[in-house]
């Protein structure tokens, strides 16, 4: 048993302020921390409850959206303004666990959410560089089949198990930070790291800094997007691949494209390749391919993933097909 205090923030200045002391942890929903916690991979010496902060979304002038941190996973999800305007948001959170899970979880804990990988939460009887730098890492040789394909070092292959943030990277959401410092801003796609050799590492945060929102700028193209996530079981599962794409196709030619995958990569995948190579070309099955078979050019898979690299390819190839085949119809 160890011990530590609990405190429910009442607005964000109190609660970073109560965060400054110790080994603090900002508390969403608890459906990851209090997992690591039980585990022991996380020993907080405080819990700052931040469930009664901002969870409001609203709309901003020019046709984005600002969503509180502490909203929770189902409401946003079910937000007409969401399901409108970036239906791919709406469709990765549902998606993603179970609906008890997505009742709790809040915003801010799904993109602070860590990796799934099964050595990770083995606290006694796995070697993991993330955990313990420079301990090892035995997924490596190990059992890697849900591993990165894209981004992975040598020290780490872990993925980033968040469908919200997929649909956040292809869509340019920006993250609202306040720290004893102040406030700053800082674009989802640059928020979590590479692992390079310091795989412990993982996002761009400062010690003690809360997320307070999720803008998502004006952006037409979402509103014709899907988000398509392959896993072992229809439901409850953890994505091996998901692609949340959108696409606009004016006369036959890509006027605009989004691409973002999950479950490949360390951090949440934009496809910046894919997205340039199909920018102004025709929208064609064959095209849409291409651009697939481009952004997986620097894929390294591991012997137990290397399926992901063709997977990945059809589902984008597929995803695009669709978007564009609904635009023609
Ligand atoms: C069985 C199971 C299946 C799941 N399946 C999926 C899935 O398929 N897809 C998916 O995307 N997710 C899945 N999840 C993950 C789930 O969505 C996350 O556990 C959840 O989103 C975390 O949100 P939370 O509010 O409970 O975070 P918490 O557990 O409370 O916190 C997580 C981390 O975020 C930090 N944090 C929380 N809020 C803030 C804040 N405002 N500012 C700074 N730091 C903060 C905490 O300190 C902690 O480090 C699954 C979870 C479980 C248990
Ligand atoms: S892949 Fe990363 S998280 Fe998993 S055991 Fe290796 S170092 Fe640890």
Excluded at 219 to 238: E, I, M, N, Q
Excluded at 241 to 257: C, D, F, K, L, Q
Aim: with cysteine; charged share 25%; hydrophobic share 45%.
């Amino acid at each position: 048993m160890r011990p530590f205090t609990y405190t429910r923030a009442a607005d964000a200045a109190e609660a970073v302020r109560l965060a400054d002391a110790g080994r603090a942890r900002y508390l969403g929903g608890g459906t990851n921390l209090v997992d690591l916690m039980r585990e022991t991979i996380e020993r907080p010496s405080a819990l700052v409850d931040v469930t009664g902060l901002d969870s409001t979304i609203e709309a901003t002038g020019d046709g984005g959206l600002v969503i509180g941190a502490a909203a929770r996973n189902v409401t946003v999800a079910e937000h007409r303004l969401v399901r409108t305007r970036y239906p791919a948001l709406s469709k990765a959170i549902v998606a993603g666990a179970s609906p008890q899970i997505r009742n709790m979880a809040t915003i801010g804990g799904n993109i602070l959410q860590r990796t799934r990988c099964a050595y990770f939460y083995d606290e006694d009887g796995s070697r993991c560089n993330k955990r313990r730098p420079g301990q090892g890492c035995d997924a490596i040789e190990g059992f890697h089949r849900t591993h990165a394909i894209l981004g992975a070092s040598t020290a780490c292959a872990a993925v980033h198990p968040s469908d919200l943030c997929v649909a956040l990277a292809a869509f340019d959401a920006v993250v609202h930070l306040r720290g004893a410092d102040g406030e700053r801003t800082v674009p989802l796609t640059e928020l979590h790291v590479l692992p390079g050799d310091r795989p412990d590492v993982e996002i761009v945060l400062r010690p003690g800094e809360l997320i307070t929102a999720v803008e998502l700028p004006a952006l037409p193209v979402a509103a014709s997007s899907a988000y398509r996530k392959v896993r072992d079981r229809a439901s409850y599962a953890f994505a091996l691949v998901s692609v949340a794409a959108a696409v606009e196709v004016e006369h036959g030619m890509v006027r605009e494209v989004r691409i973002a995958l999950g479950g490949v990569a360390p951090k949440p995948w934009r496809a910046w390749t894919a997205e340039a190579a199909l920018r102004g070309g025709s929208a064609t099955p064959e095209r849409f391919r291409e651009a697939a078979e481009a952004e997986l050019a620097a894929a390294v898979p591991l012997p137990g993933n290397a399926f992901k690299v063709e997977l990945a390819q059809r589902t984008i190839t597929a995803v695009l097909a669709d978007l564009a085949g609904e635009q023609a119809a």
